[in-house]
């Protein structure tokens, strides 16, 4: 059995890996600042906001932990250790499946009442400000 020979690697030059760095640098300090608005404007982290944007959008206010994890294109365990915090907080309910035994719903716990929408991060305002003015 060949085994193959071990492809030449290109490191980056001083200048590209500046301005990787940079760049790293900038989208942890981006998310940081946003997650840091979300929780202090809606009392929310970032990945329950994440959730509770699909929850909302189901139409009916409750929707498959199945789909959700795929739309989100989360592990099955971080989903589920979430969804466990966030039911315990009242964001949501774990419900069973009408339509299969084996599997498992989250919804709104007002969701009698009509779907709710976690409330914008005060991102979108600055969003709209900026485009409004192109």
Not at 64 to 93: C, N, P, Y
Not at 103 to 121: E, F, V
Request: charged share 25%.
């Amino acid at each position: 059995m060949n085994t193959p020979e071990p492809a030449e690697v290109n490191w980056l030059t001083a200048e590209e890996q500046c301005a990787w760095r940079s760049f790293l640098a900038l989208s942890r300090g981006m998310q940081t600042a946003i997650d840091r608005q979300l929780s202090r404007d809606s009392a929310l982290s970032g990945s329950e906001y994440e959730v509770l944007v699909p929850l909302s959008e189901s139409g009916t206010g409750v929707i498959r932990s199945r789909d959700l994890m795929h739309a989100l294109g989360w592990e099955r365990s971080r989903l589920s250790h979430l969804l466990s915090r966030m039911a315990r907080r009242g964001l949501l309910e774990r419900l069973p499946c009408d339509s299969d035994a084996r599997a498992s719903t989250c919804g709104s716990p007002r969701r009698a009442a009509a779907p709710s929408r976690p409330p914008p991060p005060a991102t979108s305002k600055w969003c709209a400000r900026r485009s409004s003015t192109t």
